[in-house]
């Protein structure tokens, strides 16, 4: 298994600009969700979906659209970058339900200019 | 969603045990607590979780207190490499995982 899996690793983007982080994973899991990183800060949850087709918001949600049009793939888009959107963005996914652990991808970090 | 409450940082010797507390007064009866550690320029990775009972894994520990109101992950011998971030979480039955600020473990060798 390749886990969760998280492209590109890294991306430079001019203010103004969209872009649609990818994510996907080959567990079946059920859940997946979008966590943005600021430096020395805490994660914050932005999006999350409990399968396909089912989204909902997190903590963090505006600037950011997300779909789940399959089991295996969740991606955000930046709708319109700005410089206050640079952060390290990590992809996770799991089971459905409290019971199970959750697997995080390697990250993508963003910077916007 | 419910909190949790954790110190900002511990300080420990290589080889000893080493306790990390986390306060979640708020916790409902479906409340699973997890942990999860983020080694610097790393994404987090899952330590371990419980509902009521003491758990064990290769990893650590997790003690958690009768009437559930605290927990304590437990790593038996500190190592070099168990420098990180500490994040106490409660994941709910809708399966939002929320982080805090966690806790920062330094290790001396």
């Known amino acids: 298994n390749a886990g969760v899996t998280q492209t590109p690793k890294f991306q430079v983007l001019k203010t103004g600009q969209s872009m649609t982080l990818q994510c996907a994973q080959d567990m079946n899991h059920e859940y997946m969700s979008w966590y943005r990183q600021d430096p020395g800060m805490g994660l914050r949850l932005i999006h999350y979906s409990v399968g396909a087709g089912i989204t909902d918001q997190g903590e963090v949600p505006n600037g950011y659209n997300v779909s789940r049009s399959t089991t295996e793939d969740f991606p955000l888009r930046l709708l319109s970058a700005a410089p206050s959107q640079t952060s390290v963005y990590f992809c996770a996914s799991s089971n459905q339900g409290p019971n199970y652990e959750q697997y995080f991808g390697p990250g993508t970090r963003l910077t916007v200019t | 969603d419910a909190k949790t409450t954790q110190p900002n940082s511990m300080e420990s010797n290589e080889e000893e045990p080493v306790h990390l507390p986390c306060n979640h007064s708020?916790?409902?009866?479906?409340?699973?607590i997890h942990w999860y550690r983020q080694l610097p320029s790393q994404g987090p990775e899952y330590v371990i979780h419980g509902l009521t009972s003491n758990v064990n894994n290769r990893m650590a520990s997790l003690a958690i207190a009768e009437d559930r109101k605290s927990s304590t992950l437990i790593l038996h011998r500190a190592t070099l490499r168990d420098a990180a971030v500490y994040y106490c979480?409660?994941?709910?039955?809708?399966?939002?995982?929320?982080f805090g600020k966690g806790i920062t473990l330094s290790v001396r060798p």
């Open positions: 708020t916790i409902s009866g479906t409340d699973y």
């Open positions: 979480i409660l994941r709910r039955a809708n399966s939002k995982l929320t």
